[in-house]
C-alpha cells in the first residue's frame, strides 16, 4: 500500500527499527531541551508515531499498525528515560534516594499533594544517612547548613523551574514566583518600603483592633468552646486583607460560607502540582477543573484593587506602596500586577502566620510548664489592667521569642525549603557538587531538627535550649547535661535566606506576638474534652507552606479567676 503514497516498503524488522530508532532520536531531543510548547509536543508524541505507523501498514492491518507504532515509540521512550535516570551515567547517580524518586517526579508530587513530603524527605536523609538525597529526576534536598550561602545567599543560586509552574500567569507574576533575580529585586522594592519599621508603626493601631476583635470572639464563645485554628485563621485573612486591599473581608464577623479559607488551601495543593510539573502550567490554563479556585482568587483579587483605588485610605496599607502611591504614582504598575501582589499578601501572610500561632498555642497546651513560665512572664510585663497590645515590651519577652523559635524550629512554615537551580555551570560546595540544570533544595524541616545541629532533644519542644544559647548560666542546665549541648542557629531558617527571605518577617513576628500576649493575658486554653492532641500533628500539611486542622479548645476568661 505506501507505493501508492510514494513510500517504500520496508521488511517488518525494518520498520520495526525505524521506529524504534525515532524513538530513541525523540528521547534525545527531550533529554537535551525538554520542550514545553505544544505543537512541539503535539509533533514528536503524536505526529511522528502516526507517520511512522504507515511503515507497518503493509504488515498489519491500519488499526493494528497505529497501536504497534504507538506503543512501541513511547515504550522505548519510557524505558529509555527509565534506564538513564537509574544509570551511573546520570549527572545525580552519586546521590542516594528511592528508585521511584529517580524515575518520575511523580512520586514526589503525590508525596506532597498528600501534605507529608517534608516527613518522608527527613526520613530518607536517616535511612541513607547522608546529607544529599535525590527526590526527583533531577532534583536533590540538602540537609547542611553550610550550603545554605552558597545556595540561597547574595551569590546563590536562582529560583528553580518550579516557581515557573507556581507562577500560574507568566504576564504578572508576583513577588515570590520571580527566578530572574533583577526582576525580583526590583518587584521587592515596594514590599521593602512597606515592611520597614517605620511603616510597621503605622499599621499598628490596625493590627490592634483585629487581635481585639479576635479575643473579643474567643471570649464570647458559648461554653468557652471554640475551634482556635479556625478562628486565629479567620482572623490572620482578616488582617491581611486590611494590609494588601485596605480591608474588604469580614471572616471574623461574618464566618466563612463562601469557604474562603478552604479554597485558599485548595489553591496550595493546586501549586503543588503545578510546581512538580512545570511544564503543565503552560497548558493547564485549558483545564477549567485545575484553575477555578485559582481563578476565582484572581478575579476576587482584581476587583478588590480595583475598589481601593477608587475608595482610597487614611492608612498608608501595604497597598499603598505596592500601587507606588507612596511616590505619587510615578511608574505605577498595571492593576493586574497589583491585584497579583495584593493576592500574595492574603495567601502567603495569612496562612503562615495563622498556622505559627496555632501551632505554638499546641505546644503550649501539650506542655503546661512552659505554658505556665510564659503566662508569667506575659503577666509580668502586661499585669491585668496593662496594655497587652502594646508592643513597648516586646523586646523584653526573652521566653517568648524561645516559644516562637522553638515552634518554629519543629514546624517551619516552608518545611520542605524553596526551590533553586543550577544553570549551565554546576556548583561546587565543599564535598557537594550540584551539576548543571539541577533543581535543589535546602530542606528546613530536616535540618532543623538534624541532632548535630539541635541537641538534646532536637525531636522535642524544649524552648529553654534557645536561653541556654544566649546566657549559660540560666535554669535549664540539667537537661543540657544529658548530652553535648548543640545550638547551630545556621541551621535555623523558618523565614527563608538571603535576598529572597520573607520580606514580611518582621511584620509577622509583631503579628504573632501581640496575639500571644493578649491572649494569655486574658484567658486559659486548654484542649477540649475527649480530643487527643497528637491528631493535631498527624493532620499537620505541607502544601508549599504548612496547613494545620482543627484545634478544638475550652477557653476560661482569667478576669473570672481573680
Known amino acids: 500500500m505506501l507505493h501508492l503514497v510514494g513510500i517504500p516498503e520496508l521488511s517488518l524488522t525494518d520498520s520495526l527499527l525505524s521506529v524504534a530508532a525515532s524513538a530513541l532520536f525523540t528521547y534525545v531531543i527531550f533529554n537535551r531541551f525538554e520542550p514545553m510548547a505544544m505543537p512541539i509536543l503535539i509533533f514528536f508524541l503524536v505526529v511522528i508515531p502516526s507517520a511512522l505507523s504507515l511503515l507497518l501498514w503493509s504488515h498489519f492491518s491500519l488499526l493494528l499498525a497505529v497501536g504497534t507504532a504507538f506503543s512501541l515509540y513511547h515504550s522505548i ?17 552519586r546521590y542516594p534516594g528511592p528508585a521511584k524518586a529517580k524515575v518520575a517526579s511523580y512520586f514526589y508530587y503525590k508525596l506532597g499533594a498528600a501534605g507529608k513530603r517534608h516527613e518522608e524527605v527527613k526520613r530518607w536523609f536517616e535511612e541513607y544517612n547522608a546529607d544529599v538525597v535525590r527526590i526527583g529526576p533531577n532534583e536533590i534536598a540538602i540537609r547542611d547548613p553550610s550550603t545554605v550561602p552558597a545556595i540561597m545567599g547574595t551569590q546563590g543560586l536562582a529560583r528553580g523551574p518550579g516557581h515557573d509552574g507556581r507562577g500560574f500567569f507568566a504576564d504578572n507574576r508576583n513577588l515570590l514566583n520571580w527566578r530572574d533575580p533583577i526582576m525580583h529585586a526590583k518587584r521587592r522594592k515596594p514590599w521593602a518600603r512597606g515592611l520597614n519599621p517605620v511603616s510597621l508603626k503605622q499599621f499598628e493601631p490596625v493590627l490592634e483592633a483585629r487581635v481585639t476583635q479576635l479575643v473579643d470572639l474567643l471570649l464570647s464563645k458559648n461554653d468557652g468552646r471554640a475551634n482556635i485554628s479556625e478562628c486565629i485563621s479567620h482572623f490572620a485573612y482578616d488582617f491581611m486583607g486590611d494590609m494588601a486591599f485596605g480591608g474588604g473581608s469580614e471572616l471574623m464577623k461574618n464566618g466563612d460560607p463562601q469557604r474562603t479559607i478552604e479554597s485558599m488551601q485548595a489553591s496550595m495543593k493546586v501549586g ?51 500601587n507606588h502611591e507612596d511616590l505619587g504614582g510615578d511608574d505605577a504598575p498595571s492593576i493586574n500586577t497589583v491585584a497579583s501582589e495584593g493576592f500574595l499578601v492574603v495567601l502567603a501572610g495569612a496562612d503562615t502566620t495563622s498556622a505559627t500561632i496555632a501551632t505554638t498555642l499546641w505546644c503550649l497546651m501539650r506542655h503546661p510548664a512552659v505554658y505556665k513560665k510564659l503566662q508569667e512572664e506575659v503577666d509580668r510585663f502586661y499585669p491585668q489592667g496593662e496594655n497587652a497590645l502594646d508592643c513597648k515590651h516586646h523586646g523584653e519577652l526573652t521566653y517568648l521569642d524561645a516559644v516562637l523559635n522553638e515552634t518554629l524550629r519543629l514546624y517551619p512554615v516552608e518545611a520542605s525549603g524553596s526551590q533553586r537551580a543550577t544553570t549551565g555551570q554546576g556548583l561546587l560546595i565543599g564535598p557537594h557538587y550540584i551539576p548543571p540544570y539541577t533543581s535543589v533544595r535546602i530542606h528546613t524541616y530536616a535540618m532543623q531538627r538534624d541532632p548535630r545541629n539541635f541537641s538534646p532533644h532536637p525531636e522535642s519542644f524544649w524552648p529553654e535550649r534557645w536561653l541556654i544559647a544566649s546566657s549559660p548560666s540560666i535554669e535549664g542546665q540539667s537537661e543540657k547535661s544529658e548530652g553535648t549541648f548543640i545550638h547551630n ?68 476568661p482569667r478576669s473570672a479567676k481573680v
Open 272 to 322: 503543588i502540582l503545578l510546581e512538580s510539573f512545570p511544564w503543565f502550567s503552560y497548558h493547564a490554563l485549558k483545564i477549567p477543573s485545575v484553575y477555578a479556585r485559582i481563578m476565582a482568587f484572581r478575579k476576587a483579587a482584581e476587583v478588590r484593587a480595583r475598589q481601593r483605588i477608587m475608595k482610597g485610605t487614611q492608612v498608608k496599607d501595604l497597598f499603598h506602596f505596592l
Open 77 to 93: 521512550i519510557l524505558i529509555s528515560v527509565t534506564l538513564y535516570r537509574l544509570s551511573p551515567f546520570h549527572p545525580l547517580a
Open 489 to 556: 542557629t545556621n541551621a535555623f531558617m523558618p523565614f527563608s535566606f538571603g535576598p529572597a527571605n520573607c520580606v514580611g518577617k518582621a511584620l509577622a513576628i509583631k503579628e504573632m506576638k501581640m496575639v500571644m500576649c493578649h491572649l494569655l493575658q486574658q484567658m486559659d486554653v486548654r484542649f477540649a474534652e475527649g480530643y487527643d492532641p497528637e491528631q493535631f500533628e498527624r493532620g499537620m500539611r505541607d502544601w508549599l507552606t504548612l496547613e494545620v486542622g482543627s484545634l478544638p479548645v475550652v477557653i476560661t
